[in-house]
């Protein structure tokens, strides 16, 4: 007897429910939040392609190889558009001014103006255009992938500069410096540069923000560490004068871009006792093949930012970190004896031709050259200099006089003592100068003292005096 095995067929109302599970559902925005996802589309954009600030950190190891001018091309490109909103719209004069040592010139601020209005416009006639679009899922999750990315580029290049500590520095010459000529900037910089130990972990901060952001998963915890720390940049910048307000404030921005979608998430987990669900931001891709491609894919490019950083702060470490070769006469020198022309000069605070002080230092990025001197009243003046071991002499330049030049030959009796003769600007010159101590600076002493009978603070003590 034979059997006839039946497949049991579905029902139509069975197949419907399973074609309706798998057709992907279609969420609603409101038309507020669609709004306010065009403006950041359109504002970010904008940013993106006309700060070359972005760019660079993408580029890695290649930013290197350009030219000086493609630091700039991209001010020039939108120039005229800056240069049409400052004087008919605004009524200020806001010409780019070049070397850019600056990011908020007047230039910078319209520019941001240039920005707000373009994507206020840009937002009105998308919203005409396609006001019946339920959605901009798809367009959300790629722009999400682009922040994230270029975020964290940035916070590679600022955290590295940081984790080799090569952005904040402390030059000989702040330790000789009246303390009341030094600006604000200096300030902040000499504060971080002077524990280096400090600027590490501040370094650390922002690549570890950096690491969680390239990865989806961790994306949140990124952002919102990146906001935090950015933050305190921005309070740093705005109360120390660092010409770097308008671009932090835009990372910051950034960073809560990637962290709006879970507002509400995160508003309930700080401030309410509710549990909090779990995320329902949408995968790059659906498909388990391609979702696993594309993070391998973002993996790897944060890996070419990090190489990229990594191997760039590496070599300037190298060149002109503290493990770099220290030049000839490197250190502080106290100038004991000069002659003018065959005129001796007396230390009077008076004289504007008369060196205090000779600073040699290995170069640091903020400072044209590593040769300075110290007038009488206590003002620095900078040289680039090249030194020749085998004639045993240094040339001296001035970049605000271009015109000036100076030659000395340098002799040493003994490792503390140093005779220099030859000419600066014409005239003919011979010192003598005696090698100061870096240790009986307090400042220089910065390692970690886990037993403090009190602070170090001699020149707090009381002085008495008749």
Same mark, same amino acid.
């Given at each position: 007897?034979?059997?006839?095995?039946?497949?049991?067929?579905?029902?139509?109302?069975?197949?419907?429910?399973?074609?309706?599970?798998?057709?992907?559902?279609?969420?609603?925005?409101?038309?507020?939040?669609?709004?306010?996802?065009?403006?950041?589309?359109?504002?970010?954009? @904008?940013?993106? +392609?006309? #700060?070359?600030?972005?760019? &660079?950190?993408? /580029?890695? =190891?290649?930013?290197?190889?350009?030219?000086? %001018?493609?630091?700039?091309?991209?001010?020039?490109?939108?120039?005229?558009?800056?240069?049409?909103?400052?004087?008919?719209?605004?009524?200020?004069?806001?010409?780019?001014?070049?070397?850019?040592?600056?990011?908020?010139?007047?230039?910078?601020?319209?520019?941001?103006?240039?920005?707000?209005?373009?994507?206020?416009?840009?937002?009105?006639?998308?919203?005409?255009?396609?006001?019946?679009?339920?959605?901009?899922?798809?367009?959300?999750?790629?722009?999400?992938?682009?922040?994230?990315?270029?975020?964290?580029?940035?916070?590679?290049?600022?955290?590295?500069?940081?984790?080799?500590?090569?952005?904040?520095?402390?030059? @000989?010459?702040? +330790?000789? #410096?009246?303390?009341?000529? &030094?600006?604000? /900037?200096? =300030?902040?910089?000499?504060?971080?540069?002077? %524990?280096?130990?400090?600027?590490?972990?501040?370094?650390?901060?922002?690549?570890?923000?950096?690491?969680?952001?390239?990865?989806?998963?961790?994306?949140?915890?990124?952002?919102?560490?990146?906001?935090?720390?950015?933050?305190?940049?921005?309070?740093?910048?705005?109360?120390?004068?660092?010409?770097?307000?308008?671009?932090?404030?835009?990372?910051?921005?950034?960073?809560?871009?990637?962290?709006?979608?879970?507002?509400?998430?995160?508003?309930?987990?700080?401030?309410?006792?509710?549990?909090?669900?779990?995320?329902?931001?949408?995968?790059?891709?659906?498909?388990?093949?391609?979702?696993?491609?594309?993070?391998?894919?973002?993996?790897?490019?944060?890996?070419?930012?990090?190489?990229?950083?990594?191997?760039?702060?590496?070599?300037?470490?190298?060149?002109?970190?503290?493990?770099?070769?220290?030049?000839?006469?490197?250190?502080?020198?106290?100038?004991?004896?000069?002659?003018?022309?065959?005129?001796?000069?007396?230390?009077?605070?008076?004289?504007?031709?008369?060196?205090?002080?000779?600073?040699?230092?290995?170069?640091?990025?903020?400072?044209?050259?590593?040769?300075?001197?110290?007038?009488?009243?206590?003002?620095?003046?900078?040289?680039?200099?090249?030194?020749?071991?085998?004639?045993?002499?240094?040339?001296?330049?001035?970049?605000?006089?271009?015109?000036?030049?100076?030659?000395?030959?340098?002799?040493?009796?003994?490792?503390?003592?140093?005779?220099?003769?030859?000419?600066?600007?014409?005239?003919?010159?011979?010192?003598?100068?005696?090698?100061?101590?870096?240790?009986?600076?307090?400042?220089?002493?910065?390692?970690?003292?886990?037993?403090?009978?009190?602070?170090?603070?001699?020149?707090?003590?009381?002085?008495?005096?008749?």
């Amino acid at each position: 007897m034979t059997r006839i095995l039946h497949t049991a067929e579905p029902s139509s109302s069975q197949e419907n429910s399973e074609a309706q599970a798998a057709r992907p559902v279609v969420t609603s925005w409101n038309a507020a939040t669609r709004m306010a996802f065009r403006f950041c589309l359109v504002y970010a954009g @904008l940013f993106f +392609l006309t #700060e070359m600030r972005v760019l &660079f950190p993408l /580029l890695g =190891v290649f930013g290197k190889e350009l030219p000086p %001018s493609a630091y700039v091309w991209q001010y020039h490109v939108v120039s005229p558009v800056v240069g049409w909103f400052a004087d008919n719209v605004l009524g200020v004069d806001a010409p780019l001014l070049e070397p850019v040592q600056s990011g908020d010139q007047a230039f910078f601020w319209v520019l941001a103006f240039t920005w707000f209005v373009f994507a206020s416009v840009a937002t009105v006639v998308w919203s005409l255009l396609d006001r019946h679009r339920p959605n901009y899922t798809a367009l959300y999750k790629w722009l999400h992938l682009v922040v994230r990315l270029c975020l964290a580029s940035q916070l590679f290049a600022f955290g590295f500069a940081k984790l080799f500590p090569l952005q904040m520095s402390l030059p @000989l010459t702040r +330790l000789v #410096e009246p303390f009341g000529d &030094f600006s604000m /900037l200096n =300030v902040l910089w000499s504060q971080v540069g002077s %524990s280096p130990a400090y600027e590490i972990l501040l370094g650390c901060a922002e690549v570890t923000a950096g690491l969680l952001l390239v990865v989806p998963r961790t994306a949140m915890l990124g952002a919102l560490l990146a906001s935090v720390e950015l933050t305190q940049v921005l309070v740093l910048n705005f109360t120390y004068q660092v010409p770097l307000k308008i671009f932090t404030f835009h990372l910051i921005l950034l960073s809560l871009l990637v962290l709006a979608p879970q507002a509400k998430r995160l508003a309930a987990f700080f401030v309410s006792d509710r549990a909090v669900a779990a995320s329902k931001h949408p995968p790059l891709f659906r498909a388990r093949r391609a979702a696993r491609i594309a993070l391998a894919a973002q993996i790897l490019v944060g890996a070419w930012f990090v190489g990229s950083q990594v191997h760039g702060s590496w070599n300037l470490w190298d060149t002109i970190g503290s493990s770099g070769a220290k030049p000839p006469l490197y250190g502080i020198w106290n100038v004991t004896d000069f002659s003018l022309d065959g005129s001796d000069r007396p230390p009077l605070a008076t004289d504007r031709e008369r060196w205090n002080r000779l600073i040699v230092d290995t170069t640091h990025t903020y400072q044209p050259g590593p040769v300075s001197s110290q007038r009488m009243d206590g003002s620095i003046v900078d040289y680039m200099a090249t030194f020749d071991g085998q004639s045993r002499t240094v040339t001296l330049m001035r970049a605000d006089d271009p015109k000036w030049s100076g030659r000395l030959s340098f002799d040493q009796a003994t490792a503390d003592t140093l005779t220099l003769t030859g000419q600066l600007g014409g005239k003919q010159v011979r010192m003598r100068l005696e090698k100061v101590d870096l240790s009986s600076f307090p400042i220089t002493r910065n390692s970690v003292e886990w037993v403090q009978d009190g602070p170090q603070q001699p020149r707090l003590a009381l002085r008495w005096g008749l």
